[in-house]
């Protein structure tokens, strides 16, 4: 069954090293810690540069929802990343580093478990349909989006998201805005 998930009924959290404010789309288990979490799904406000936390055997994809930062990871060259960037994966174990551009950013973070579910974190341009199977999904607006699945309605504002179960069905997008990104959580192979 889906599910709406508005953002003002979200909770804010602290970074787990302190540095800043995050809060939780979706957790499994539902209410599982940052230490006991088997996949998690968030929404961070980042507002100076700084490291961030390091989450060992997990999996990470970070996408820029809005502003811009450069970010470097362990030993790869730095990269950019902004809101019209696609999402970027690394590992949690590897020490990463942000450098704002122009101001305070929010980025979506998805984690996972290594070696128990996986990720697949895609950037959408409105319209878009597509079939949803397996779940769960995600749908995350960056500023509004209508959705339709299998005869229900769904209108999310900025930041809300749908949580699509394991339920078949097509899944439309519309919106007056061009992008969302959808985040799939699969059992790691």
């Keep these: 069954m889906a599910r709406l998930l508005r953002a003002g009924e979200r909770i804010a959290k602290p970074w787990k090293n302190g540095g800043g404010v995050t809060t ?16 998690r799904v968030s929404i961070a406000e980042v507002r100076s540069n700084g490291p961030f936390s390091r989450f060992p055997g997990i999996d990470r994809t970070l996408a820029v929802l809005d502003g811009a930062m450069r ?19 690394f590992s949690g174990d590897a020490p990463a580093d942000a450098v704002l551009i122009g101001g305070p950013l929010t980025d979506l973070n998805v984690m996972t478990r290594r ?47 749908l949580s699509i179960g394991d339920e078949d069905g097509e899944v439309r997008v519309a919106s007056p805005e061009p992008d969302f990104h959808r985040v799939e959580i699969l059992r790691a192979r």
């Design 115 to 161: 070696g128990v579910f996986d990720a697949r974190v895609t950037r959408h341009r409105a319209p878009a349909t597509f079939r949803s199977a397996g779940g769960p999904i995600l749908l995350i607006a960056r500023t509004g989006l209508s959705v339709s699945l299998s005869g229900d309605a769904f209108d999310l504002r900025t930041r809300d998201a």
């Design 24 to 39: 939780d789309v979706a957790v499994h288990p539902p209410l599982a810690g940052l230490d006991d979490f088997l996949w």
């Design 71 to 89: 970010l470097a990871i362990g030993d790869r060259e730095p990269v950019m990343l902004a809101a019209d960037s696609d999402p970027i994966v």
